[in-house]
DNA sequence: GGACTGTCTGAAACCGATTTCAAAATTAAT
DNA sequence: ATTAATTTTGAAATCGGTTTCAGACAGTCC
């Protein structure tokens, strides 16, 4: 198709509606916000041309002039992750719902691009602010990070998935307790007793406190703790990978890994594979999130859902809670459910 | 940490650090923006106040005044996709870069929906618009969506991935027939002669050239093209599935499956071990995209790469080139690699 | 018909930046 | 010391909406 020189044509204005139709911007405003009666026949006429022109109004100036955007910022570690990309997609989804929309910022977990993120988010003047992951999950949180967290909190409300108790924010975390419950009852119910826990760090707050739940349940059913059951790592494939070839160069292989998430459970996937064991049959395998990936793998994953719908409804209906000045939970629970597929099974006699 | 009411601060302008600095409002402008000199000790004293309340220029009023917001807008099918997650984290990169920032509409695949986020788009009064994927590669584009694009490109570019002629907007396409070239040599090369394509569309653009180009090479080493050797699908998981198991009914089994994308080729991957088959020794597999998907599986996918952090660099490139009135190619290439690892090998005697 | 009430409407101020224009303050030149 | 040339500076206009305020208009009631 041929292209026309871009001819920067004059983008039209509600002071243009207003000549067309001979009133003033005040009674397009009113017709457009319907903040006001206006006579039918005349607002008919206005409608009518902002429908020719399909004229939208410029959301930099009603921002101005309002000072509310309408929009809530959300700040996710990494939305190549689909743990983060599904609970932003909810998110979005939710806000729509309630006549918000969203604006994704990506902090590729670097510290200073959080910061920086931060500053941009109130910069374009959102109206509250949701921060998925992150640096929030971090128990050695930054103070610089923390600071600035707080010094928004005084303005803007900020609703955080995890707890942080540095900032006054609001948060919707995930109940990583019985998360945790929840698997390890569904081992030890198939007669596990050998079970490792691969791929988190445990200065992240999550990881921390399933590793606590971990513990818990083993001495609860008396099962000694056996400290080279436990492998850190990095979230990622590789970290799964690396873990359970470890684990299976004990002497005592254990008989289930619980991965920190589903891609360092399709890496410890692979590694069983490659020592020639078999999933469940030898060894099971059960990770936390129930992303697409869970389902991907073969075997598919039994892994930990969180309903994401509901997840990010809950932060958003939060973040507007709290916008409209309503009382408001500080802290909400996510309840986590199980979904078994393929990847565990009864424990090898 | 208790919460102190949100007191909706008031918040600082450029006003405020005028009046306290004894300057006008102007002088703190100029010192922001650089844009005329300012007498050193003035320039400095107001910096310093700058600072002190760590004050951030209003996004919107500058967007106002300036009718440029520095910011592009991205729309992607789904940004839960891997391959359009990465390609939109390449751009905002790219962006960053430039001094511009990205806001992302997530169409979801709905048609309304991405009407609706070009509108939003453009009250948000972004400099450009970048489309990845979506209604722009689908033959038979809606015309309301059309007429809409058309509308837009009088005052904004727009970049799109894939190539449209109904609106005179700019492309960076993946070389498409080079992509399946590419894959057909490999495949070829390795012995294979019964190869089939499973998993797309063939009324969407990047599809029907790819399918082009599987014919042509078919032709052209005297191999004869059999129809049941392409089945379609929805691009997921369980196309490649169901369209494998078909496959693998023939009374002559291929020997090489070109999935669509990696998410296919997962499917297609389940299907061929549920016959008891072995990758790649009894059948080959390769596809498209080389998200990190192709990484996770076991055994991991000889893909098609586009190296996407330049394919992001180039988009951004183009949109900017044209908000700059620089001259511009209208329609550029991506070209396309082949990452081969563990899904392809020869062919069975 | 006049007073009263309620509905519509436009002018003007405002949101918070940038930029133009002309005046004021410096500096350089003679 | 004057005048000319520059550099700094602030007032005011502008971007495109919303909202307040007060006046215009229409309808109701006596």
Redesign the interface.
Known sequence: ????K????K?ITIYDIAKEAGVSASTVSRVLTGSASVRKEKKERIQKIIEKY?F??????K??SDTS?KTIGVIAA???N?FY??L??SC?LAAEAAGY?V??A?S?GVKEREVNQL??L????VDAIIQIGGRVDDLVTDDSYAEKLR?I???T?VVVTGKI?????YSVSINQTKAMDIIMEHLIGLGHEKIAMVGGLMRVVSTYNKYNSYVENLKKHGIAVKGEYVINGNYD?VSGYEGTNKLLELSEQPTAIVAIND?AA?GA??SI?EHGLRVPEDISVVSFDNT??A????PKLTSIDYDYDHFGKMLVDTAIA?IK?QKTD?NQMVEPRLVFRESTGKAPD
Do not use: H, W
């Open positions: 198709m041929e292209k026309e871009l001819n920067t044509a983008t399909n939208k109004p410029n959301a930099l100036a921002g101005l955007t990494d939305i190549r689909p990309a599904s932003f997609v979005e929309s604006v994704l990506n590729l500053d941009y109130m910069q374009q003047r010094d909190c005084k303005t409300p108790d540095k900032a006054p924010v494939p891609f399709s996937l692979r594979r697409y990936t389902d991907i793998l073969s709290v000045g500080d």
